[in-house]
């Protein structure tokens, strides 16, 4: 099994930071615009919509200002049964998030790209918590054919 | 072992990717601007200087507009004996690269920052081949509190 990795630091608290991680507001501000549903329960299901797909993300852990984790109940094949994993740690001016997307059963193309955009989408959730606005699904940044 | 895998696909010929891998120029216009050698060679060795280190790459396998590996044979502890594999595939109108960082002992921290950073470098490559200007070091995106 092979995990997709990625660390970065934003000028903020923890807890703005685990605010974007457990809200529609913040979720659509830095995901996609089309999500429903808060993240802010244990059991819950929520729904993020790409031009390409979806994914159903099942809120497993919650623990403010620490960590957020997501099983991922439905989507592409190759999500299915892999779970999403936020650490959060304060680091003096910095929240900084630990990101891990764990259970991959193999190194697919697809895992490549995926990793791209994750790091990507996490340079959106700094951009959103610093400035005020993230780079949210349809204004995502393509990084390849596949967007 | 662990990998640091990404995929970026850039509206240009593998040829014109192939180059900005192989050539001083190339290198120092996405990566870093104190980059010392051509990275053209089989067995030589490129320096990638940055203000909190450098990277020695030797190189390891050249195939024109298909493959570049580079051998880390001195820098960061984590990197040393660690290996960079560019594999290059034209899709239509994009260049796609394949990258991996492969052979990380553990996947400690430093690790997690490299894989969000490997992204940025390579939507730079991305950037530099579509546009004419990269974001080398000391431009680069600053992603966490590491740089």
Redesign the interface.
């Known amino acids: 099994m092979?995990?997709?990795?990625?660390?970065?630091?934003i000028v903020s608290s923890v807890d703005e930071v685990y605010k974007v991680l457990t809200t529609n507001k913040g979720l659509a501000a830095w995901w996609t615009t089309d999500t429903t549903g808060e993240g802010s329960t244990v059991g819950e299901v929520v729904k993020f919509v790409f031009s390409a797909g979806f994914f159903d993300m099942k809120v497993a852990e919650l623990d403010p200002g620490k960590r957020v984790v997501w099983d991922v109940v439905d989507g592409p094949e190759e999500w299915i049964g892999t779970r999403v994993v936020w650490n959060l740690v304060q680091?003096?001016?910095?929240a900084?998030i630990?990101?891990?997307h764990e259970g991959w059963r193999e190194?697919v193309?697809f895992?490549?790209?995926c990793?791209?955009k994750w790091?990507?989408f996490?340079?959106s959730i700094?951009e959103l918590v610093e400035t005020g606005k993230g780079r949210a699904h349809p204004d995502d940044?393509k990084?390849?054919?596949?967007n």
Request: zero cysteines; glycine letters at 6%.
């Open positions: 092979v995990d997709i990795l990625h660390r970065v630091g680091e003096d001016d910095y900084i630990l990101f891990k190194p193309e895992m490549h790209h990793s791209t790091g990507s996490l340079l700094k940044v990084i390849d054919n596949w």
